[in-house]
């Protein structure tokens, strides 16, 4: 008998454990998705001014790919800021961090 109340409790502690882990499964799923959407939409707002003739969004665009490894795509974005003499991106480029990869 005992063995069967203790039964009884840990399904009824057990299905609700169950279906709250469902449940922030899903919401992290749709979490995830949506910050995917928004890293989509800067980025593409970002190419947008870049392609404009815009420093700050070529820099912008320019960290962006750095820190995802796209490093052809930082180096392109990069050069086309420093030709526009941002100081910034002329000191990346000669830097060492930037030499090294």
């Given at each position: 008998m005992f063995f069967i109340i203790l039964g009884?409790?840990?399904l009824s502690i057990a299905i609700p454990i169950s279906m709250y882990?469902?449940?922030?499964r899903k919401k992290m799923a749709t979490v995830e998705a949506?910050?995917?959407?928004?890293?989509?939409?800067?980025?593409?707002?970002?190419?947008r001014d870049a392609q404009q003739g815009d420093v700050s969004a070529q820099v912008g665009l320019a960290e962006?790919?750095?820190?995802?490894?796209?490093?052809e795509q930082a180096d392109y974005w990069y050069r086309k800021a420093a030709e526009q003499g941002d100081e910034y991106s002329i000191d990346f480029i000669n830097s060492t961090e930037y030499k090294r990869r």
């Open positions: 009884i409790i840990v882990k469902r449940k922030a949506n910050a995917k959407s928004d890293v989509t939409e800067y980025e593409e707002g970002l190419l962006f790919y750095y820190r995802r490894n796209s490093y």
